[in-house]
């Protein structure tokens, strides 16, 4: 069994997402990040960046492994089943960079970009123009990837795929009209027809306000997917 200790936001998702793919059997330990729960000394001991997600991995056959960062984790767990991203050669390179390029970039600069668009207590109009732009930037260069690749890494649905997708959903809060990204557009198709993934987002959705009131039946609203 494996301890998910969650909150429902994009690095939270990605790590339900793969744990859903993989047949994993896992249990949630809620982190009330809105009440600064990651900031508990319980959590610091085996998450010490005060980041969620981080699990903890009781079936290893010796003692319980703890792993925090979303990356990090999503390696470990595709290590550990021998699922979603190649043992070595150009495919696990490919899973690797795309990977570091989510959690360096499309992850970081698209939470500032939905920051400032709808959560900064002053108008920074400065902060929105960068961050937007920037999204839009990142939001190209997946594009163009996808106009070659039928999945982010190549041929094959992996880990990069999971860690790159949550963060699509909030494109519009981001300064981010999809119809201009069309590969993206279809990719994120794909993607929300899977049924893991779709188990895999909404796991703790009863947590958040903003998701506990969209009807579970109306899933793909919740992405702007067109029918």
Known sequence: MIDVYYWPTPN???????????GLDYTIKPVNIGKGEQFEPEFLAFSPNNRM?????????????SVFESGAILVYLAE??????????????????????QMGGFGPMLGQAHHFNFYAPEDVEYGKKRYSAEANRLYGV???RLEKTEWVAGDDYTIADMAIF?????????????????????WRQKMINRPAVE??????REMREDLSKIDPNEFKKLFGVKE
């Open 12 to 22: 939270g998702h990605k790590v339900t997402i793969a744990l859903e793919e993989m």
């Open 166 to 186: 949550p963060w699509s959903r909030t494109y519009e809060r981001q300064g981010v009209n999809i119809d201009d990204y069309p590969h993206v557009a279809a």
């Open 80 to 101: 550990k089943t021998g699922q979603f991203m190649p043992k070595d050669g150009p495919g696990r390179v490919a899973v690797m960079e795309w990977l570091m390029w």
């Open 199 to 204: 188990r895999g987002m909404k796991v703790g």
């Open 142 to 144: 997946l594009d163009r």
């Open 53 to 65: 997600p981080a699990i903890i991995d009781h079936d290893t056959g010796a003692s319980p492994q």
